[in-house]
């Protein structure tokens, strides 16, 4: 057995420029003190001294390592010993864990994000090593294989919250700076009401109430309408609801069909679909929309270039289009910021035609409206006389 005792000077340098040394210990067994073999350093960070090994026996080898840290200390790029050997693997497992347990609703996306990430930075990777260069080529690489700008910056972001708590955690320091790519691909996809009619045929049954509750509330798809089940309708009152923690802003919602009859026929319909199913089969079905009584949990891109958030922006553009105000319209949808709704309130070619109609309309009638004529004569007249 050994213990560790006081230094053993070994190489002394200038002062301010920290030393190398041998460790003194006392080996237990036979109350000898001995040193280590290998060489030791002790520097100053911040006024506090640390000690460190320099891996080495070589005085040669011991000075260099020393070099590094006294550099390393003075451009500000010092990482301590035990933080040098945090890993990717290591962080990753943090963010993980922080969505696990605050329960977020974006997980999933998190986690493909991660495994993007993963492949090109491994768990066995020093967090030291991420610099802003390696990180660019990562965004090069996933460019390469034609991911969307708005995906990269995703995975980014992930990084992003990986690094910083690793560094709450006292396990990263210095961390590198990350840039967000220009998102110019923000999807304009919407439907015309003959083209939502030609989709809707080609649905199978058990999804054409979906997306028509879909295209008409705007609520997301797989999050928010496959989610419902049949005690958030409230057919006296005449609502659909999202209690608070079910939404992405963990905010309630509701949606009025009382005075919205497409709606009320589309769910009132999917109720009797639902009661001949249990009356067949003598089960009970919870959910108010299900494929032979169980959720629904996925279904395939519909129709070709279209995705399900196109039901979304529709239903906000058809709100816009109705006139509704916008904080009524936000509050049915679940928007929490303007800003974000007026990415999704897409002004397209009829609209702006529509607008532009209505202000020739306005010229048109500032000219046929009757207006006073003073003679030129009179009006000087009527100058000089107040003058």
Not at 141 to 157: G, M
Not at 230 to 251: F, Q, S, V
Not at 272 to 296: A, D, M, S, Y
Not at 343 to 351: G, N, Q, S
């Amino acid at each position: 057995m050994t213990s560790f005792g006081q230094e053993a000077p070994s190489v002394r340098r200038a002062r301010g420029d920290g030393s190398i040394f041998h460790k003194r210990y006392t080996d237990k067994r036979t109350g000898v003190t001995k040193k280590t073999a290998m060489l030791y350093m002790k520097f100053y960070v911040g006024g506090k001294p640390v000690v460190e090994p320099t891996g080495t026996t070589k005085p040669t080898e011991a000075k260099k390592a020393l070099r590094r840290r006294l550099g390393e200390i003075a451009s500000g790029r010092y990482t301590p010993a035990e933080v040098e050997k945090t890993t990717v693997g290591q962080i990753k497992q943090m963010a993980l864990d922080h969505y696990r347990a605050n329960g977020r609703k974006s997980q999933d996306r998190f986690e493909d994000a991660v495994a993007h990430l993963t492949a090109f930075f491994p768990d066995h990777f020093r967090v030291r090593d991420i610099s802003p260069d390696r990180v660019t080529a990562y965004a090069a690489a996933r460019r390469e294989d034609k991911a969307a700008n708005a995906t990269i910056n995703r995975e980014l972001s992930a990084l992003k919250l990986m690094l910083r708590l690793g560094e709450r955690a006292g396990k990263v320091v210095n961390r590198p700076y990350i840039g967000m790519l220009e998102e110019n691909n923000r999807r304009k996809g919407f439907f015309e009401a003959d083209q939502f009619s030609a989709v809707l045929k080609e649905l199978p049954e058990d999804l054409k109430p979906v997306f028509e509750v879909a295209y008409i509330t705007g609520w997301r798809t797989k999050n928010e309408v496959l989610t419902r089940q049949k005690c958030h309708l409230d057919l006296k009152a005449g609502w659909l609801r999202m209690e608070p923690g079910e939404t992405k802003n963990n905010e309630g919602r509701m949606f009025p069909f009382s005075t919205v009859p497409r709606l009320r026929e589309v769910l009132e319909r999917q109720l009797r679909r639902t009661e001949e199913f249990e009356k067949k089969t003598g089960r009970i079905v919870p959910w108010l929309f299900h494929r032979n009584g169980k959720p629904i949990k996925s279904f395939r891109q519909i129709k070709p270039l279209r995705i399900p958030h196109d039901f979304r922006r529709t239903a906000i553009r058809n709100l816009e289009r109705a006139g509704i105000p916008r904080s009524a319209a936000m509050a049915m949808v679940g928007h929490k910021t303007e800003s974000v709704y007026r990415r999704y309130a897409i002004v397209e070619e009829r609209m702006l035609n529509e607008a532009g109609a209505k202000l020739q309309s306005l010229y048109d009638n500032a000219e046929a409206a009757p207006r006073s004529v003073v003679p030129l004569a009179e009006a000087r007249t009527a100058r000089g006389a107040r003058a």
